[in-house]
């Protein structure tokens, strides 16, 4: 059976936060925190 390697909490977040993706990909979200990009 195979070991899975725990991450070291100490080292911080594994994964990018959310929000920076979606305003990477769909820019800054609107007032109501809506991410709709340029189509909305």
Known sequence: MAEI?????????????EASVLAELYGKPDSDGVYAGDGA
């Not at 390697?5 to 936060?17: K, N, R, W």
């Open 5 to 17: 390697e725990i991450p070291d909490p100490e080292a911080g977040p594994t994964e990018t936060d």
